[in-house]
């Protein structure tokens, strides 16, 4: 029903849907209150949809049903439907889902396969359970490492990569399958700021390229310039869905449920006192120095 | 960070390989696997340190004219710490009817004691070089990609091969959580209690990071196919030979059992 299916989405373009939820709802069999209840959202392919929201609010619970972790995996009472690329998630066979959508989680390291010697390795795994020829596994596994840049680390052992390196890793992992959704669980809460810049430029990367992606993340600082969508999630449900930029005119009606990022604060104290800055919100310092450049030559 | 390879265990001896191009190295893993059982069987043939002694000698020479010394010194490693236990409970603490050759108070020095302790430190060291050989001269991955070729489960191929990863990874995270606690003023240095509270105050983190750590891995391994069915292939190509020879190797063991049983 929702794979395939063309509708706008919240920011008002067209695009293929590959995922969608109707009242959906999961209680993880070891809690007694839902992590995600009654949620309504259909997704988008060819965007980065950025989500978000406070801790509890259902966001990793929500990637893992996209996933298609839950409920195969991790167990739990489900209502509502969910569809992800044309599966019910409840009766989809096994690794329909995984199968074409990759998972970056947030700690770099407990998502490594730790049964491999080298970052070669470790990206060919996925390839040697698929039974691709050997050939087709060293292609695909350095065209992966190249595009995230850590080709010259082939033969490194994973654990001695850095947090940034070890993310990157994980997301060659995923390239490499050739999955067409890729699927990141606020993979730079753990990074220092060298590491969070070099997975924000690789995510970037894959945006320009048209890859599908769904990214949570707490903070926001670092995605709203390469988000095409932002979904806010609260008590297990959507709150807010649209256009970064929209969305983040108001800042302060956000402020209980989003980390609101240092220029976007700055931007909407600007505008407060009176100083015209426009009503989109800027995604970066550079827009908010771009707006501030604008108000002063005209004369504001 | 390499493992530890002072003591033994499963984990430690899937980490004991070496790189080289010996023709140990060249041999297919299997073959070698293969070899360890006759050759350890063959260590309890007769009833004293004289048959095992042989096959040592043999054995380090061997490695050494193959420039394998690493190997030897490897197995001396992992058997050191066993000898010396069993000298100790056989030579000295073991009560003897015969005379005791030295007597030191309390402490006696028994000959049948330390032919006893000897002939097993031999055999047990024949088996130890015999794995020790094999392990250091095949890289886990194509030891494991052997075993899927011959159908063992790549569940089990897996668990070898994280076997081999285990302890250097629990050894980081313990040293992470440590860190983090000195950071904090922690002292984890001075007296005995101090240290035991240090080991008490790691467990618990070090147990809950662990399990955190194991939900995220099998999700991970999941979306990697782990529980795919179907063919599995390896981006490491080992040609599947020598089964008449491993065959040999096994059926051999049977009258070194024999043998061994009625010498």
């Known amino acids: 029903m929702v794979s395939g299916a063309r509708g706008p989405d919240s920011t008002g373009s067209r695009t293929a849907v590959f995922a969608g939820f109707q009242e959906f709802g999961v209680t993880y069999d070891t809690a007694s209150t839902p992590s995600l209840t009654g949620l309504t959202l259909e997704l988008h392919s060819d965007k980065l949809t950025l989500i978000t929201g406070p801790s509890g609010s259902g966001k990793s619970t929500l990637v893992r049903v996209l996933a298609g972790f839950i409920p195969r995996l991790l167990h739990g009472k489900i209502e509502g439907s969910a569809e992800v690329l044309g599966n019910d998630v409840e009766s989809a066979p096994p690794n329909s889902i995984t199968d074409s959508i990759g998972m970056v989680f947030d700690n770099p390291f407990d998502q490594l396969t730790a049964a491999t010697k080298t970052a070669f390795d470790e990206t060919a795994y996925a390839l040697e359970n698929e039974g691709l020829h050997p050939a087709e596994i060293v292609d695909r596994v350095m065209g992966a490492l190249e595009s995230v840049g850590l080709a010259d680390l082939a033969g490194h052992h994973p654990r001695r990569l850095s947090g940034g390196q070890s993310q990157r890793l994980a997301i060659a992992c995923a390239l490499a399958q050739q999955k067409p959704i890729l699927v990141l669980d606020d993979p730079t809460s753990q990074l220092d700021p060298t590491g969070t810049a070099e997975v924000v430029s690789m995510v970037g990367k894959l945006r320009r390229e048209h890859t599908t992606v769904v990214l949570v993340a707490q903070d926001l600082t670092h995605w709203l310039a390469i988000a095409d969508r932002l979904v806010i999630l609260d008590g297990g449900r959507v709150t807010a869905d649209g256009s970064p930029a929209s969305l983040l005119a108001e800042p302060g009606l956000l402020a209980d449920q989003v980390m609101i990022p240092r220029y976007v604060a700055i931007w909407a104290e600007l505008r407060s006192r009176g100083i015209e800055l426009g009503d989109r919100a800027p995604l970066g310092t550079d827009q908010l120095l771009a707006s501030l450049q604008a108000s002063d030559g005209a004369g504001g | ?263």
Not at chain 2, 221 to 247: I, M, N, Y
């Open chain 2, 1 to 263: 960070m390499e493992a530890d390879t002072t003591t033994w265990s499963p984990a430690r001896v899937a980490a004991l390989y070496d790189v080289g191009n010996t023709w140990l190295h060249r041999v297919h893993p299997l073959t070698k696997l293969a070899a360890v059982l006759p050759l350890t069987v063959a260590g309890f043939a007769g009833d004293s340190i004289r048959v095992p002694a042989v096959i040592l000698i043999v054995a380090v020479l061997t490695l050494l004219v193959s420039r394998l010394g690493s190997v030897v010194l490897k197995s001396l490693r992992l058997i050191a710490p066993m000898t010396f236990a069993l000298f100790v409970i056989h030579g000295v603490v073991r009560p003897y009817e015969s005379e005791p050759i030295a007597s030191w108070g309390p402490i006696s020095i028994n000959a049948e004691g330390l032919a006893l302790a000897g002939t097993t430190a031999a055999r047990l060291a024949v088996f130890v070089i015999a794995v020790t050989s094999a392990m250091t001269t095949v890289h886990p991955k194509v030891f494991a990609t052997a075993l899927i070729q011959r159908g063992v489960s790549h569940k089990l191929a897996y668990a070898y091969l994280a076997g081999a990863e285990l302890l250097p990874e629990m050894r980081l995270r313990a040293s992470q959580i440590l860190d983090a606690q000195q950071s904090r003023g922690f002292d984890t240095k001075g007296s005995l209690p101090r240290r035991f509270r240090t080991l008490f105050a790691l467990l618990k983190p070090l147990l809950v990071s662990s399990l955190i750590g194991v939900e995220m891995r099998t999700l991970a391994l999941e979306s990697r196919g782990f529980s795919r069915l179907g063919r599995r292939t390896s981006a490491v190509e080992v040609e599947d030979r020598g089964k008449l020879l491993q065959r040999s190797l096994l059926a051999a063991a049977i009258p070194l059992v024999v043998l061994a049983i009625l010498w």
